[in-house]
């Protein structure tokens, strides 16, 4: 690999740093938010730590509903995201 390319490429404790300020940020985020839409997320946590426990990791039902309730979530985060920015503006 040139060296060039080895530059670029972030460091894993970049990626780690970089990962745990999203973490808190999004800690944040849930701690502020409404109360309902907080329930709304916990409970869609709640699903999808169930689906998980309940099945094998081979078991593609099971997967396909975590990942429903993935989608679900982000899109939660992602609304109350856009909020906390309206907010702030």
């Not at 109360?35 to 099945?55: E, F, K, Q, W, Y």
């Not at 979530?73 to 995201?81: R, S, T």
């Amino acid at each position: 690999m040139p060296l060039s390319a080895s530059r670029a490429q972030p460091s894993v404790q970049t990626l780690t740093t970089d990962r745990g300020a999203r973490i808190r940020t999004l800690g944040r985020l849930l701690r502020h938010a409404a109360s309902g839409d907080a329930d709304v997320l916990l409970a869609g946590l709640a699903r999808m730590l169930d689906a998980h426990i309940g099945c094998d990791h081979g078991d593609d039902a099971g997967n396909a509903r975590i990942r429903a309730q993935l989608d679900e979530i982000e899109l939660l985060l992602a609304l109350e995201i856009e909020r906390a920015g309206l907010r702030a503006a």
